[in-house]
């Protein structure tokens, strides 16, 4: 079980910092993504990270704003979000993939374990 935390209302330009926290797997064992969908568009990817957190991908669009981190004593990941923009605005989810390789780009599909999503909004 996956659920996610911390989104609300904030200005441009401002930060969040979004928390997944994970329950009843081994969580060390899942790549954990980030995924937003804004309203009246598909779900896209944010960011990715490895296992052990060492290796990390961004979307194109945070990248350089947005730092995912994990802490698998705590079984929780993390998006800090900086420098927000009004076309941030949207439902975030995390997700869990179990999957023994990583690669730059890991579909939605890939991923087994969805948590309900928070909502972000942006402000301008």
């Known amino acids: 079980q996956l659920q996610a935390s911390g989104g609300g209302l904030v200005q441009a330009g401002g930060s969040l910092r979004l928390s997944c926290a994970a329950s009843?797997?081994?969580?060390?064992?899942?790549?954990m993504g980030w995924f937003r969908q804004a309203p009246g568009k598909e779900r896209e990817f944010v960011a990715h990270?490895?296992?052990?957190?060492?290796?990390?991908y961004y979307a194109d669009s945070v990248k350089g704003r947005f730092t995912i981190s994990r802490d698998n004593a705590k079984n929780t990941v993390y998006l800090q979000m900086n420098s927000l923009k009004p076309e941030d605005t949207a439902v975030y989810y995390c997700?869990?993939?179990?999957?023994?390789?990583?690669?730059?780009?890991?579909?939605?599909?890939?991923?087994?374990?969805w948590g309900q999503g928070t909502l972000v909004t942006v402000s301008s």
């Open positions: 997700a869990a993939a179990n999957l023994k390789k990583i690669a730059t780009m890991i579909p939605a599909s890939e991923y087994d374990y």
């Open positions: 009843g797997r081994t969580f060390s064992n899942y790549i």
């Open positions: 990270i490895s296992w052990g957190g060492a290796g990390t």
